[in-house]
């Protein structure tokens, strides 16, 4: 009897699909000149699954932009969140290079590759159709960099060409280059390694029409002229990449996702029914001047409460959700007609007034240097510590492979907690990509005006304790005027101001001079500039719109200008010039003498004796150079007492320079069970002779010869013993 085969019938055959017959995007290739660089874009060949890919390459350097897109099955209700995550992640193996890690693994990013990420997502976040409501997610992986590409410029128009044949439908492309002043000339998408004598450092993302959609820029106190002109040289540029992305998009295969109308269709009528109610009210509170960021808030929120009860509708279509959409809506208009049409801000300022600026320095006596800036609501404390140059901050091998700067003597950390805008921490990270962009503004914005020689390693701490706005620039100032209190002698003051916008579709529009939260909130732009009276030091742009045109650039730089010099004003008026002496609380520098041979007395046994001497006086000891170690103390007494343990450690421990063959007569310090103790020369640490090296006989111990203590004998240097090194003797 036959039987049949176990699940026969219960499982149907395997069906395999062959990649022959797979739907794969149509592969595409192009090359254009860029300033500099000859890039070459692909797709169609790589990462084929996701909704986008593309790589960059320009020499034998490749970044991988991926995209994907998941739209939302039911549409969904807009709000002032688009679902966009952008992460630039740098690989080790594309610099030649195994990760520094314990594991040996790419574990997480680095500053560099943040920072990057924010660079990424605030060219592309303003330039998504409106209304598009999907989760979208973008991965740039290099693929091989050397120390020449710009990873990050790469990894942009990479990500714009991926977004171009992908179903992420777009308001505008990007395109991005970087521009530098190399042997005086202004030079767009050099070589990255040109940077590093370059006065100039601008990131330029733009569209159609010259229009300005993002820009991180830091310089050695560049003038209005100069950086106009890199903005012209840079666009010259930009249009030849738009023009590449617009072939690519016409030869894709992909259909862009349509956006869905249900939700406008449906806030139509609450709109319309939302106005009667809200529009007096809401027009009060926003006219209100004596409102501060606390109460407008509260009043808003309780009306919003208000409209939002009265119009909900339980058993209809009408959702709370898009309720509170539709109000926030109607709040950001409202505050942008009235900005317009009034020329009055919500806090009875002009468009060209300024916050009420207040300044400490010396706040506490105890700390190196110390300030606190005030401007409206946004108070920031600033903290300088000195301390050695071994207190550089030095990056890992592979981040300085990708152009990071290989010692760090002057490092800026910006932090904004929770209770700054009185809310409840629900983060146990120690900071987030917010903080980390912030502070590097900062950092740049100062880093050009520290002196190169200054002999301290120079930490600033920035802490924000109040936040209306522009905090990331009021660091700068209080960074400014705490380093002034703390004696470093900057090249010059920094001050540094938020401008912000707001316009309409008939083209109007109002530059806005020291923004504030809620004009942040419902204006199209925010523009930090950070500078001295010479010039701009740094400049970072946000906006949300298709981009700044040239006449609004011009008008806010104008306006950026106006303010800087306002703001340093008041700075000069509460300190002028740095302190003439340090604190007593700021430690002393010293170096000392010690020669490299010598060195290892105070650097053996992981470093023992520098650390005893830390230990016992306070004082720390660091390799300066080749010729002396550098000492840090805290007073003039303890520099002295490390100083006396640094000679007696030498001299007790440092190896004999003696002759072969010589007899030398020498005094026995010690008398052993199996040898004595001798000092060649007097104030020398003793060297040991055993028994068997006294005599040709054999001797149990050295007093049976008659030697003691005190005694002087004559021995004859034999050089050093080959497997211990020590000194022989006979």
């Not at 594991?103 to 209304?131: C, H, N, T, V, Y």
């Not at 809506?329 to 409202?334: M, Q």
């Not at 502070?439 to 520290?450: D, Q, R």
């Not at 806005?512 to 419902?522: K, P, Q, S």
């Amino acid at each position: 009897m036959l039987r049949r085969p176990l699940l026969a019938a219960s499982c149907p055959p395997r069906r395999i699909r062959s990649l022959a017959t797979a739907t794969f995007p149509t592969q595409q290739s192009a090359t254009v000149t860029v300033g500099e660089a000859e890039v070459t874009f692909r797709s169609g060949h790589m990462a084929r699954f996701a909704d986008g890919a593309v790589t960059a390459e320009t020499a034998d350097s490749a970044v991988l932009a991926t995209v994907v897109s998941k739209p939302k099955s039911n549409g969904g209700t807009p709000t002032d969140f688009l679902s966009l995550n952008v992460d630039y992640k740098q690989s080790a193996a594309a610099v030649g290079r195994i990760p520094t890690t314990y594991l040996r693994r790419e574990m997480q990013q680095s500053d560099a590759d943040i920072i990057a990420s924010r660079i990424i997502d605030r060219s592309i976040r303003p330039l998504i159709a409106d209304g598009y409501t999907g989760t979208t997610q973008i991965l740039c992986k290099p693929m091989a960099l050397d120390e020449t590409a710009d990873g990050v410029v790469l990894g942009l128009n990479a990500a714009s060409a991926a977004l171009a044949v992908s179903t992420v439908p777009m308001r505008a492309k990007v395109a991005a280059v970087r521009v530098g002043i190399v042997d005086g000339q202004i030079t767009v998408n050099p070589p990255m390694n040109a940077f590093t004598q370059s006065p100039l450092n601008l990131l330029v993302s733009g569209s159609r029409e010259k229009r300005l959609v993002m820009l991180e820029m830091e310089g050695d106190q560049i003038r209005t002229e100069i950086f106009l002109e890199s903005i012209e040289r840079a666009f010259t540029q930009v249009d030849k990449l738009l023009d590449l992305f617009d072939d690519f998009e016409s030869n894709s295969d992909k259909e862009k996702t349509p956006i869905d109308s249900a939700y406008a269709e449906a806030a139509a009528p609450i709109k319309e029914a939302m106005l009667d109610l809200v529009n007096d009210p809401l027009t009060y509170i926003l006219l209100d001047p004596t409102h501060d960021k606390t109460s407008r808030d509260v009043a808003i929120n309780e009306l919003r409460k208000s409209v939002v009860d009265s119009l909900y509708d339980k058993e209809g279509t009408t959702s709370q959700s898009m309720l509170n959409t539709v109000f926030a809506d109607h709040v950001k208009s409202t505050l942008r007609r009235l900005t317009l049409d009034l020329g009055q801000r919500c806090d009875g300022r002009q468009h060209t007034e300024f916050r009420p600026i207040s300044i400490q320095t010396d706040v506490y006596k105890r700390l190196h240097g110390s300030a606190i800036f005030q401007r409206g609501q946004s108070q920031v404390m600033g903290t300088v510590t000195f301390d050695s140059p071994a207190a550089a901050f030095h990056p890992d091998s592979v981040a300085q492979l990708l152009g990071a700067q290989q010692k760090k003597m002057f490092m800026l950390h910006y932090e904004f907690p929770a209770f700054a805008t009185n809310e409840l921490s629900t983060s146990s990270r120690p900071f987030n990509r917010r903080e980390l962009g912030h502070g590097i503004l900062a950092e740049k914005s100062l880093k050009y005006v520290v002196p190169d020689d200054f002999p301290y390693c120079v930490r600033l701490a920035c802490q924000v304790l109040e936040s209306n706005g522009s905090t990331s620039m009021a660091s700068a100032c209080v960074g400014s005027l705490a380093m002034y209190d703390a004696g470093v002698p900057l090249k010059a003051p920094v001050a540094g101001v938020a401008i912000g916008m707001v316009s309409n579709d008939e083209g109007k529009y109002a530059v806005l001079t020291d923004l504030a939260g809620i004009e942040d909130y419902a204006g199209d732009m925010d523009f930090k500039m950070a500078g001295t009276a010479r010039g701009f030091t740094a400049m970072q742009l946000d906006l949300k719109t298709l981009g700044l045109t040239p006449d609004q650039l011009r008008d806010a730089l104008v306006a950026g200008r106006g303010g800087l010099d306002h703001v340093l004003g008041k700075m000069n008026e509460a300190i002028d010039k740095p302190r003439a002496e340090f604190k007593p609380t700021v430690p002393i520098i010293a170096t000392m003498p010690v020669p490299a041979h010598k060195r290892n007395v105070l650097f053996r046994g992981a470093a023992y004796n520098a650390k005893l001497i830390e230990a016992e006086t306070g004082v720390r000891v660091y390799v300066e150079d080749d010729e002396s170690v550098g000492l840090l103390a805290p007073n003039k007494d303890k520099l002295a007492a490390a100083k006396k343990m640094i000679e007696t450690l030498i001299e007790e421990n440092t190896s004999l320079d003696l002759i072969f063959g010589t007899v030398y007569k020498c005094e026995i310090a010690e008398l052993a069970e199996n040898g004595i103790y001798v000092r060649v020369r007097p104030g020398t640490r003793p060297v040991f002779i055993p028994n068997r090296n006294l005599d040709t006989r054999r001797v149990a111990h050295a007093s049976a010869l008659g030697f003691k203590q005190g005694d002087y004998v004559h021995v004859q240097y034999l050089g050093r013993d080959d497997a211990s090194g020590q000194h022989r003797f006979s």
